[in-house]
């Protein structure tokens, strides 16, 4: 793990850690943020709030940018922030945006999955994955670790219980537009998905069939899907639904995920 490296803040005055992020290429730019005051955002940026507690832009009138969500600022201070990450690039309408995937460390998902194709990965008692997607993912990174009660944040629970210590980390995805990215129903993690550019849709089905969808979340750039679609096993683990990401145009999305540390 890269831990994050102790800087001063720009024109703040305050000492946290900040790190820039290689997630691929310049076609977009990130830098994780952890315990921060008055961080200085120049320019425009998509800031996604990765850590448990509201991080708040420093603007009158205050308000959050919550848990597990994320806005676009520009020119302004991040007055608070427990684990952000702050994700810049010069194509939210994705115009140019494919060239991404010839940067170092991209694959196609398929030719990264290789003989585990045949396993099904990411389905419980569904077809597995079709290499002939077109799908790719960049490089990942570890940006931090939290500590939350799984059913508290996931909206089982109305009050935290026990904390448990996640490793958060983060990829790029793309891909081009029309693309069904594949219905699945299972990770090892908690995962949220943050629009970066272009427009897609995350989707819930009843079944591994299209004509089961009954939940369509669209996505422009800038945008967190609410809440984290699983809910906590009975084996300790996460419960998925039937779900996948569609591209309506070429597009860019960051996958971020709270991977639990050993008990």
Request: charged share 20%; glycine share 12%.
């Amino acid at each position: 793990m890269t831990e994050l490296t102790t800087t001063r803040t720009k024109d703040a005055g305050a000492v946290g850690a900040v790190r820039a992020l290689d997630l691929g290429g310049g076609h977009v730019t990130a830098t994780a943020v952890a315990n921060v005051r008055e961080y200085q955002v120049d320019g425009r940026a998509i800031v996604v709030n990765c850590g448990t507690r509201d991080a708040y832009v420093a603007e009158s009138p205050r308000r959050p940018i919550p848990p597990l969500t994320s806005t676009i600022v520009a020119d302004t201070v991040i007055g608070e922030a427990g684990l952000l990450l702050v994700l810049r690039t010069d194509d939210e309408e994705a115009a140019d945006i494919g060239g991404i995937t010839g940067a170092p460390g991209w694959a196609r998902l398929g030719e990264l999955l290789g003989d585990r194709i045949t396993d099904g990965p990411g389905t419980t008692g569904g077809v597995p994955f079709d290499a002939r997607i077109p799908l790719w993912r960049g490089p990942q990174e570890t940006v931090g670790r939290v500590a939350f009660d799984p059913a508290h944040i996931l909206r089982e629970a109305p009050v935290p219980g026990p904390e448990e210590l996640f490793e958060v980390r983060v990829n790029l995805w793309f891909a081009p537009a029309g693309t069904d990215c594949f219905i699945h129903n299972r990770h090892e993690f908690i995962e949220i998905h943050t629009q970066v550019a272009g427009r897609g849709r995350m989707q819930k089905f009843r079944r591994q069939d299209l004509g089961t969808l009954y939940q369509d979340l669209p996505m422009s750039p800038g945008y967190t899907t609410p809440d984290p679609f699983c809910s906590p096993g009975s084996d300790g683990g996460f419960v998925y639904p039937w779900h996948q990401y569609h591209a309506d145009t070429d597009c860019v999305w960051l996958a971020i995920e709270y991977h639990r540390l050993a008990r």
